[in-house]
C-alpha cells in the first residue's frame, strides 16, 4: 500500500535528521540527549514487535531500526 511505503519513508527520514544535531553536538553545541534517547527506544519496542510478529513485518523493521541507532548516537553526542 503506498501510505505504509510513505509513513516508512518518512520515518527513516525524521531518524536521518538526526544526523544534524549529532554534526551540532560534536561541533560544541550540546542538545538535550532525552528526546532522542526516547526515540531510540521507541524504536527499539517497533524493531521487537515487527521482528516478534506472527510473520515478520519487515517495513516496521526497516523503517525504524535507524532509529535504534541514530537515537543513541545522538543522546550519546550530546555529553
Do not use: E, H
Not at 553545541?29 to 510478529?53: C, D, E, M, R
Amino acid at each position: 500500500m503506498l501510505l505504509g511505503r510513505v509513513a516508512s519513508a518518512i520515518s527513516v527520514l525524521m531518524y536521518v535528521s538526526y544526523i544534524a544535531q549529532i554534526a551540532s553536538n560534536l561541533s560544541g553545541q550540546k542538545g538535550n540527549p532525552v528526546q532522542p534517547l526516547v526515540a531510540a527506544i521507541n524504536a527499539s519496542l517497533w524493531v521487537a514487535y515487527g521482528w516478534n510478529a506472527p510473520k515478520r513485518d519487515w517495513p516496521i523493521i526497516v523503517a525504524n531500526a535507524p532509529g535504534i541507532v541514530l537515537g543513541l548516537a545522538t543522546a550519546i553526542t550530546c555529553f
